[in-house]
């Protein structure tokens, strides 16, 4: 019981670790001197960097590229979805159990309809 409730306390402890490094994986550092300039300015504003327009735009094979990569990064989890939602409605047709089984008698041989038919009577037991 004690080791049960340790492994989940560490579990507790890595979640929060996780948590917490991917809220800070993307924030940039923030300047010494800001805080004393004694200037009030927005969170945005101090980890954005410089704030300034440094004058680059990339030029449009880059755009393009980054533009590819966005779509196949985006497509993947659509199809996975979009996959499992048509295989609900359209589940493969060929082959596997469930299916009808061929009627025989006990040395496999077929059994005619007609036959059958004048052997099992309504509400009639057989002997």
């Given at each position: 019981m004690v080791r049960d409730s340790r492994a989940a306390a560490f579990a507790a402890l890595a979640l929060l670790a996780g948590v917490w490094?991917?809220?800070?994986?993307?924030?940039?550092p923030a300047r010494a001197g800001s805080a004393a300039a004694g200037r009030a300015q927005s969170a945005v504003a101090l980890n954005s960097g410089s704030g300034e327009y440094?004058?680059?735009v990339p030029d449009m094979q880059r755009r393009v590229l980054m533009n590819l990569i966005v779509v196949a990064v985006c497509a993947v989890p659509a199809l996975v979805v979009l996959g499992g939602y048509a295989?609900?409605?359209?589940?493969?047709?060929?082959?596997?159990?469930?299916?009808?089984s061929p009627v025989g008698d006990i040395n496999g041989a077929a059994v005619p309809l007609k036959k059958w038919v004048a052997g099992h009577k309504d509400h009639r037991q057989r002997p």
């Amino acid at each position: 019981m004690v080791r049960d409730s340790r492994a989940a306390a560490f579990a507790a402890l890595a979640l929060l670790a996780g948590v917490w490094a991917a809220s800070q994986a993307f924030v940039a550092p923030a300047r010494a001197g800001s805080a004393a300039a004694g200037r009030a300015q927005s969170a945005v504003a101090l980890n954005s960097g410089s704030g300034e327009y440094t004058g680059f735009v990339p030029d449009m094979q880059r755009r393009v590229l980054m533009n590819l990569i966005v779509v196949a990064v985006c497509a993947v989890p659509a199809l996975v979805v979009l996959g499992g939602y048509a295989f609900y409605f359209f589940p493969k047709l060929g082959g596997g159990g469930g299916g009808a089984s061929p009627v025989g008698d006990i040395n496999g041989a077929a059994v005619p309809l007609k036959k059958w038919v004048a052997g099992h009577k309504d509400h009639r037991q057989r002997p």
